[in-house]
């Protein structure tokens, strides 16, 4: 199996290439901020819970992240391998996907993260937020501390994998498709 974490700050691109990824790989999109907003949509209490969070542009709590992975993790059948797109977004959410792989037998075979400063991000988001309707797009202050969130609570999870040898580093600026060709190229080696 390939499971692939593909990382980044807000804005780096990881939903954009993340579904490129799905269609040349055949493998299963995870993305933990996409399955918090389908439970938000669907008013479930798992959504209330997180809206409480995302509305501030801060990480919903680990034990709440994890049950919803495992769930989806025992949930899919018949799969070439996952997309991990948001997650894991602490140290803790990273030792519980080592042991939920593990469980099943199989491994994380890379992180590749996005790299890409901080004015494209914001522009990004920005430009986003016009037509995506989501409310952690529209807000200066929310999306500094998205990426502040993101500095202070994520980027530690980029070290961990490093120590394991699975980081793999590749430029988030430039077009969309040649993004998408270097990041190839670090699959291809998996
Ligand atoms: P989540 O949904 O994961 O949002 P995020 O990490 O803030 O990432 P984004 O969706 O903003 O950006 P992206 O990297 O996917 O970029 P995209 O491809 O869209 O999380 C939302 C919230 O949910 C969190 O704040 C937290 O509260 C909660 N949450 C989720 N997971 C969690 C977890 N594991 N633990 C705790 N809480 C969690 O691209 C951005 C824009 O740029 C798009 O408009 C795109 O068209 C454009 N673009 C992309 N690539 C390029 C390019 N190369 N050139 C020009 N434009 C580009």
Redesign the pocket.
Known sequence: MLNIV?F????????????KIIEKYKLTHL???????KHLGEGTELGKL?RK??????????E??IGM?GDKLASTQDTNGFIF??????VA?AEALDKLMEENGTQISGMIA?D?EED??KQ??R??GKT?G?T??QDEAKIET?IR??LDE?LPVASYYEKQGKLSKVN?????E??FEDISKVIDQY
Do not use: C, H, N, W
């Open positions: 593909l980044g700050p807000p804005g780096a691109g990881k939903g954009t290439q993340s579904e993305s933990t901020g996409d399955l918090f907003r997180a969070f995302m509305d501030e542009g801060k990480l919903v709590p680990d709440v992240v992975v797109d948001g997650f894991p977004r602490t959410q996005l890409v494209i991000l990004r988001i430009e986003r995506s989501r952690d797009d998205r969130v993101y994520t988030g600026v430039g077009t969309i040649g993004i």
